[in-house]
Each structure stands twice: as structure tokens, then as C-alpha cells.
């Protein structure tokens, strides 16, 4: 059972709602998200003790407040963010490859409802519902922002 549970987690279909959530998010204050930041979002809510951190807040809480709040995420952040990436490089692939996701003539990625069917959404799991919406939250505040290197800087990362 855990396996299957590690392997759902971990597919790239789930990956690629998951990154076009976030862009939906993204999209609400800003035209296309820049490409180092689609790393981010997986990491942060496919892990359950990361995604109960945003239990109580919403799109006005912003990044900055959510940090301070909740300096815990921050511990080993960037080796979750390597162990990860290739979880989410298989999502953007599957995301590009089945029109979730698109790059814009800016080199921007951006979300792209075709291979989305959102009333599957809905009647998804509520730990799925969880992530998807802690996903979509993460791209508002990063769009908030708007700043790759600021956003970097906040959560301690470095290109």
C-alpha cells in the first residue's frame, strides 16, 4: 500500500495539474511564471508536513508573512527542492506534452486548460484538493512578488 501511495504521489499527471495549479494562481497577478520558479511548488506540497503549513492562511497572506511565520519550512528546503526536481521535470514534460502547461514567446510557462477536465478536479480526494489548492495559493504570492531573485532570496535559495 505504500507504494502505491509513494508511486500516486509521485506521477507526472498529478505533477502537471499540480504545476498548472500554481500557474492559475501565478496567472491572477502576472503574465507567465519565469522557468526556476516551476521548481518550487512540488516540493512544498506534496510533502504533507509542508502543506499542513498552510492551513489557516489564504491569497492575502502573502509569502513573506507565511515565512515568518512558519521558519520550519525552510530547514533543508533546498534538498527537498533537488530531490525533487525530477518529479517535476517529468510533470513539465507531461504538462507540455498534453497542452496543461505551455512556454510563452517570453520563455514564461503558463497554464493552459486543455488537458484539463476540472470537474475531475473537484471531485478529487481532499488531500489532492489540498495540494492543488496550496499550490495555487504558493503562485498568487510568488505573482505578488513578482521577483525571481526576491522570491529566491526569501526562501533562502540561490540560483
Excluded at 507526472?12 to 497577478?29: A, M, N, R
Excluded at 502573502?62 to 527542492?81: D, M, S
Excluded at 484538493?129 to 532570496?153: C, E, H, P, Y
Amino acid at each position: 500500500m505504500i507504494a502505491n501511495d509513494i508511486y500516486s504521489m509521485t506521477n507526472p499527471i498529478l505533477g502537471s495539474v499540480l504545476l498548472w495549479s500554481f500557474l492559475q494562481g501565478y496567472e491572477v497577478h502576472s503574465e507567465g511564471c519565469p522557468f526556476p520558479l516551476i521548481f518550487l511548488p512540488l516540493p512544498l506540497v506534496l510533502s504533507k508536513t509542508i502543506r499542513d503549513e498552510f492551513k489557516g492562511t489564504n491569497t492575502e497572506t502573502g509569502l513573506y508573512t507565511w515565512i515568518t511565520r512558519k521558519q520550519n519550512v525552510l530547514i533543508n528546503l533546498n534538498t527537498r527542492i533537488e530531490r525533487a526536481s525530477d518529479i517535476t521535470r517529468e510533470a513539465i514534460i507531461f504538462g507540455f506534452s498534453n497542452e496543461i502547461l505551455i512556454i510563452h514567446e517570453d520563455g514564461t510557462i503558463r497554464s493552459n486548460g486543455k488537458g484539463i477536465v476540472k470537474s475531475r478536479i473537484t471531485n478529487s480526494s481532499d488531500e489532492i484538493r489540498d495540494m492543488i489548492g496550496a499550490s495555487r495559493k504558493i503562485g498568487v504570492w510568488f505573482s505578488q512578488i513578482n521577483s525571481t531573485s526576491n522570491i529566491l532570496n526569501s526562501l533562502g535559495l540561490t540560483l
